[in-house]
């Protein structure tokens, strides 16, 4: 197995979004989808229709990962400047795809006002890039070195990530195991950090909530090898039993 840890960034485009207008649902199901992919999503920025403020954040993040994403900005209108920030970052120019061209034809042969102006603008694309099918809805993803860009509706996003399934190498899909326990976290901050410390391949997070009037908080253990996984759960049920707190494998 390919024990190499690859990693991604995602920029999320659109004021939209920083304006709280809008409630991104994309970084969810990317990280969903990288992990399977046995790709970790490392960093996510926000970002607003700038192409500057783009362009800046693709950059950074194409240098400090494997692959990069983005979602948001390559629509029909006017503030969708997303290619036009890519090509600007990497110094290539913008061009019409001819397949991306001749998906939209298609695709608007039957409806009404056909390939317009605007509805062509999906099929801009920076410089020696290649295309992410799109079942969806005609428009095309773009694909560039490892740059990957897509739409922001969460739905179209979800087909893009379908179509790039089993096309990005990646490494051993990361494992988690919950253990749920009705104490805050402060009290058996000691355990967890003595359990992964002795479990270096793994990594302990604790997510604490209030619920029917008690504290309490979540402990999920995440590592690439099952083994170390399953001997982590092991001794971090058997450090809280023996501290004589009550736990739930599986969570609360």
Same mark, same amino acid.
């Given at each position: 197995m390919n024990e190499r840890i690859y990693t991604a960034g995602l920029v999320v485009i659109g004021d939209e979004i920083l304006s709280g207008r809008t409630h991104d649902k994309n970084i969810a199901q990317v990280a969903s989808w990288l992990q399977v992919q046995g790709i970790r999503l490392s960093e996510v920025r926000v970002v607003p229709d700038?192409?500057?403020?783009?362009?800046?954040? %693709? =950059?950074?993040?194409?240098?400090?990962? @494997?692959? +990069?994403?983005?979602?948001?900005?390559? *629509?029909?209108?006017?503030?969708?400047?997303? &290619? @036009?920030? &890519?090509?600007?970052? +990497?110094? &290539?120019? %913008?061009? %019409?795809?001819?397949?991306?061209?001749?998906?939209?034809?298609?695709?608007?042969? @039957?409806?009404?006002?056909?390939?317009?102006?605007?509805?062509?603008?999906?099929?801009? %694309?920076?410089? $020696?890039?290649?295309?992410?099918? =799109?079942?969806?809805? *005609?428009?095309?993803?773009?694909? +560039?070195? =490892?740059?990957?860009?897509?739409?922001? &509706?969460?739905?179209?996003?979800?087909?893009?990530?379908?179509?790039?399934? $089993?096309?990005?190498?990646? $490494?051993?899909p990361l494992l988690a195991e919950t253990v749920g326990c009705w104490t805050p976290e402060s009290e058996v901050a000691d355990i967890l950090r003595e359990v992964e410390k002795a479990h270096v391949n793994c990594q302990i997070g604790s997510y604490p909530f209030f619920r029917d009037g008690k504290v309490g908080a979540n402990f999920v253990i995440r590592s690439t090898e099952k083994d170390d996984l399953e001997s982590c759960m092991h001794s971090l049920c058997d450090g809280l039993g023996t501290a004589g707190f009550d736990f739930t494998p599986g969570g609360i």
């Open positions: 700038t192409i500057e403020r783009i362009a800046e954040a %693709v =950059n950074a993040l194409r240098k400090s990962y @494997d692959y +990069l994403f983005t979602t948001g900005g390559i *629509g029909p209108t006017h503030d969708d400047i997303t &290619v @036009d920030a &890519v090509a600007a970052a +990497l110094e &290539v120019p %913008v061009i %019409v795809h001819p397949e991306a061209r001749a998906i939209l034809e298609r695709y608007y042969a @039957d409806k009404p006002g056909g390939l317009t102006d605007a509805r062509l603008r999906m099929a801009r %694309v920076p410089e $020696g890039a290649a295309l992410i099918a =799109n079942r969806m809805s *005609g428009a095309p993803g773009i694909k +560039l070195g =490892n740059i990957h860009l897509m739409a922001g &509706v969460p739905h179209i996003t979800a087909g893009m990530l379908d179509a790039l399934t $089993g096309t990005l190498e990646g $490494g051993a």
